[in-house]
């Protein structure tokens, strides 16, 4: 059974600092997602990571992919209040009929306090 | 472009009542589309999926259903509502298999709180 556990689950980080989301998966995969997710909304796309080393950015955010350590990160760059979400990541579990099944971890609850 | 609706946003029922929520996409042919519900504070459970028109599978059993009757509409159903079925339902699309990078695009949602 495909598992994935984000750590951490909450943190709380000042403007202007560096921080980073970890992401672990139990089985091979190799297709990752990230997601933002703003309080009471639906879910954003932010990166598809297709293979190893992949790495994506889009501005203060940087996200990685190691297929071999079955782990991704999401690098927080000089964190700014707009960044305050949960973000999720996501795990392709190939599914019944090529459907892309994914396997969602909990969520980090990211505060950027000023 | 493609844009994905559901509705109703908010839904309020009591236990035991029945359940519809609908999902429609609109810019694309043969999705894939998924349902999903989120706990209050928690992560997001497959419920459904579907690859085609009346092809459905259930990832959880539970006393929900769903249905495909349009190529581009997804309902989720329940006879009899529970209070665990409260949640926020989301409903999301994808390319068919062998086009784009099945990144899964969500619709804005339901809130459905049983009481």
């Known amino acids: 059974e495909l598992k994935v556990e984000q750590n951490p689950l909450f943190l709380s980080m000042q403007e202007g600092k560096n921080y980073t989301i970890y992401c672990n998966y139990s089985?091979?995969?190799?297709?990752l997602y990230w997601y933002r997710q703003d309080p009471g909304k639906s879910l954003e796309s932010l990166f598809v990571?297709?293979?190893?080393?992949a790495v994506k950015q889009e501005g203060r955010l940087m996200a990685s992919l190691d297929t071999k350590a079955r782990l991704s990160t999401l690098h927080i760059t000089a964190a700014v209040h707009d960044l305050s979400a949960t973000y999720f990541c996501?795990?392709?579990?190939?599914?019944?009929?090529?459907?892309?099944?994914?396997?969602f971890g909990k969520g980090t609850k990211l505060t950027v306090n000023p | 472009s493609q844009t994905i609706h559901q509705w109703p946003a908010t839904l309020v029922q009591p236990v035991g009542s029945p359940l519809s929520l609908e999902c429609t996409v609109e810019?694309?042919?043969?999705?894939?589309l998924y349902w999903y519900r989120q706990a209050a504070g928690r992560g997001l459970q497959l419920l459904f999926y579907?690859?085609?028109?009346?092809?459905i599978s259930s990832e959880v059993p539970q006393n929900l259903s769903a249905s495909r009757p349009q190529d581009r509409q997804f309902i989720l159903s329940s006879k009899k509502l529970l209070l665990s079925d409260s949640g926020f339902y989301l409903c999301?699309?994808?390319?068919?298999?062998?086009?784009?990078?099945?990144?899964?695009?969500f619709g804005p949602g339901t809130r459905l709180t049983v009481l």
């Open positions: 999301a699309w994808s390319y068919g298999t062998g086009m784009g990078t099945d990144t899964q695009y």
């Open positions: 089985t091979t995969s190799d297709r």
């Open positions: 990571l297709l293979s190893n080393g």
């Open positions: 996501a795990v392709d579990k190939r599914g019944w009929g090529g459907s892309e099944k994914l396997v």
């Open positions: 810019g694309t042919s043969n999705p894939n």
């Open positions: 579907s690859v085609g028109i009346g092809q």
